[in-house]
């Protein structure tokens, strides 16, 4: 072996050893091309286009869902505002019918072309348009108790029925008592948050809602759930009192059972009325098969009686394939029949409308 060319070999590797620079010849061979750092970077451009196109898109699509469950939520909402006011319309009608078919129109002809008047013992009128159902109710104020001469007893009963704890119950009982009656030796009650009672008959039965301890769920009613999962409707005070009764005689079709509890029925004759409404509105036949059963209590009650009815009309309006929405009015109208001041034979008292009340009896059919 040459020794000069071992040296020279042990040179060069000592040398890169050392750090010196490779030939450019070999570097060049190692780095990457400017065509490929071009496409890269061009690679690197349409990447981060397509992303952002993505996230655009996604954002656009975000953007379309809203704008479409809101102009959905504006449509439904629109579409209940019209019904409503259908309804709501309806029922008015409803209760301008159902009253010319009490006071003498009649609700039909039989086959032989005879009449069918409205009668007490028929408080329920089903009324059909080309536009809807109406049920017009006719509930004598009668079937209530005077809030303004009911006696403390009953009404503490009262309260008792529609499931008010015997203390507040008391209490209720003796702010209703303040209220009506005179300064003059008037029971003096603890101040609390309310109006001061004016000592005077109670002009409107909402006047109720001023006097202490008296709830919006206790006068409007409530909703509860029984045992077996069901909702069920518990009356409120506006269901039981009245300013317009004048009478000790309750319509048995139309009387609440809190009213017969505060009449002292016995739960067992509450359920047997109760049961006869569920077949259909109580006759007089049946009525004077079960009278001997009720005792001295059966004095409370009767059919019919009363000059001022309430008439409750609860409309649902029919869509355009003919089938009855959900949503629901009820308008009512206070009325006195036959005053002698007055030539059409009725006298207004009350008129209102709103959301739909309950029906007395939901067995009967829409």
């Known amino acids: 072996m040459n020794p000069s060319s071992a040296k020279g070999g042990c040179g060069a ?38 992303l952002a196109v993505l996230w655009l898109s996604a954002a656009l699509a975000a953007i379309a869902f809203s704008a479409a469950q809101k102009v959905r ?14 309804a709501e319309l309806l029922a008015t009608s409803a209760l301008q019918r159902g009253l010319f078919h009490i006071l003498g129109a009649p609700l039909g002809y039989t086959g032989d072309g005879v009449p069918i008047p409205w009668s007490q013992e028929r408080p329920f009128i089903k009324l059909n348009f080309p536009s809807g159902e109406a049920l017009v109710e006719a509930i004598p104020e009668s079937s209530k108790m005077n809030v303004n001469d009911a006696q403390p007893e009953k009404l503490a009963r009262l309260m008792l029925a529609l499931g008010v704890p015997r203390a507040v119950a008391e209490q209720i009982t003796i702010a209703i ?25 109670f002009q409107q039965i ?22 077996d999962g069901r909702w069920i409707a518990v009356p409120g005070l506006r269901d039981c ?53 009720l005792g001295e209590t059966a ?24 089938r009855l929405g959900e949503l629901r009015r009820t308008a009512t109208l206070t009325v006195m029949r036959g005053p002698s001041y007055d030539k ?23």
């Not at 190692?30 to 286009?49: D, H, V, Y």
């Not at 959301?355 to 059919?365: D, I, K, S």
Request: proline letters at 10%; a positive charge; charged letters at 20%.
């Open 13 to 50: 590797a000592l040398q890169r050893r050392a750090g010196s620079p490779e030939p450019a010849e070999t570097l060049s061979g190692r780095l990457p091309k400017a065509e490929t750092i071009s496409q890269i970077r061009k690679s690197g451009r349409r990447g981060g286009a397509l």
């Open 241 to 293: 009192l009245s300013v317009y009764s004048g009478s000790a005689s309750h319509d048995l079709n139309s009387v609440q059972p809190a009213v017969l509890a505060a009449e002292g029925l016995p739960p067992e004759a509450i359920a047997a009325i109760l049961q006869l409404r569920k077949q259909g509105p109580i006759t007089q036949e049946q009525w004077m098969a079960i009278a001997p059963s």
């Open 177 to 201: 008592v303040d209220w009506r009656t005179p300064v003059v030796g008037a029971p003096v009650l603890p101040p609390g948050p309310t109006f001061s009672p004016p000592h005077a008959s």
């Open 344 to 366: 059409f034979g009725y006298r207004i008292l009350d008129a209102r409308s709103g959301p739909a009340e309950r029906p007395l009896e939901e067995t009967w059919p829409w």
């Open 73 to 86: 939520a504006e449509r439904d909402r629109t579409q209940n505002l019209v019904e409503g006011m259908q």
């Open 206 to 227: 909402e006047d109720l809602l001023s006097v202490s301890g008296i709830t919006p769920d206790l006068f409007y009613g409530r909703m509860e759930r029984a045992s």
């Open 299 to 322: 004095g409370t009650l009767t059919l019919g009686g009363g000059k001022i009815l309430t008439l409750r009309a609860t409309a649902r309006v029919r869509s355009a394939n003919g």
